[in-house]
């Protein structure tokens, strides 16, 4: 059986001789608690080497269970998050690879929202690399880059939301907003929220499982917690959305065929300076009342050829999951064309 953080060792990552003039240096510390340090450091200590040597003007040290700091300010928040990032994966696995720590650094040194390489968008909690699958989806990443506003559109399991997410966290780990938002609106088939327990947002959050998925496979849990309480990523439903202006943000509307025309027309005019939108929706799973306009149709309709908004359509050939879930789709079209 492992011993948990009990032996005493020391590792000291000297890069002193390679600092430049630095004008403000700060220190912290890390307790790692409840962690095998074998298997948290790496064989010959490889983990720890291979962050030192990403921050070469940063000194790391390890004291037994205890990881020192010393840099710049900069350079020590970086370090801190990844080491958070680290810890809160081995609490998942159980281990830590060279392959975790080259992701985890690589997301949190990603500069630009847009320059991917190889279609990486970022690296999730897992290290693994989050990346766009099919034609249509690059498209998406795209049209985001060049337009404010943007409509996806498709059938389920195309990745509309997953990969609009993924922007949306980009944006926000690159600093390019100060604020993720995401929402949908209250509507769901065959469901009454009102028999639901809790207030408007404590009803709906069940539904918005999809995107908290998402977020769980893209951002450690303790920093998401975090961001969440801070209101730095907001998960709510659209009627919170009413009489706000949404500056600097990345703002995601889900599900946007289930808008009314009139609930359409509030969010769209809710952003602000510096802010970017994507609305996904499928128009052949609307699940509002028969008499009622959806108001994802009447804005494509409305809006289409205005410049800076962008579409992008994907279709059963860019489904993602199941093989199966492409059958299905071509199944329902081909009876509705019946």
Do not use: W
């Not at 004291?63 to 801190?80: A, C, F, H, V, Y």
């Not at 069940?206 to 303790?222: G, H, K």
């Not at 709510?236 to 202006?245: D, E, K, S």
Request: aromatic residues 6%; hydrophobic residues 40%.
């Amino acid at each position: 059986m492992r011993n948990l953080c009990c032996a005493r060792f020391v590792i000291f990552v000297d890069k002193i001789n390679s600092f430049q003039p630095i004008t403000s240096l700060i220190e912290k510390s890390i307790v790692l608690e409840n962690i095998s340090l074998i298997d948290f450091l790496g064989a010959g200590n490889k983990n720890i080497l291979q962050l030192s040597s990403a921050f070469p003007k940063s000194r790391i040290i390890s004291r037994g269970n205890e990881i020192l700091m010393k840099g710049e300010t900069t350079d020590i928040i970086q370090i801190s998050d990844i080491l958070a990032a680290l810890i809160d994966h081995f609490h998942q696995f159980g281990r830590i690879t060279e392959e975790n720590v080259k992701g985890y650094i690589t997301q949190e040194k990603q500069d630009l929202i847009f320059d991917d390489v190889d279609g990486v968008l970022l690296y999730g909690t897992r290290g693994n690399p989050i990346k766009v699958k099919t034609v249509n989806q690059q498209k998406l990443v795209q049209s985001v880059k060049e337009n404010d506003l943007v409509f996806a559109l498709g059938p389920a399991g195309t990745g509309k939301t997953y990969i609009s997410v993924a922007l949306a966290v980009r944006a926000l780990k690159s600093k390019q907003v100060k604020k993720l938002i995401i929402t949908r609106p209250a509507v769901e088939a065959g469901e009454n929220l009102g028999f639901l327990p809790g207030d408007l947002k404590e009803k709906i959050d069940p539904y918005l499982r999809p995107i908290y998925d998402a977020l769980n496979d893209m951002v450690p849990s303790e920093k998401l917690k975090q961001y969440m309480e801070r209101e730095i990523i907001e998960i709510a439903p659209l009627a919170y959305m009413r009489g706000r202006t949404l500056n600097n943000a990345f703002i995601l509307l889900d599900e946007a065929q289930n808008t009314t025309p009139m609930q359409m027309k509030m969010f769209l005019t809710r952003m602000g300076p510096d802010s970017k939108m994507i609305v996904t929706g499928d128009s052949t799973q609307i699940d509002l009342p028969r008499n009622q306009t959806s108001g994802l149709n009447e804005s494509v309709r409305i809006l289409n050829g205005v410049k800076g908004i962008g579409f992008v359509e994907l279709s059963e050939k860019d489904v993602v999951r199941h093989k199966l879930v492409r059958e299905i789709i071509e199944a329902y079209q081909k009876d509705q064309k019946n």
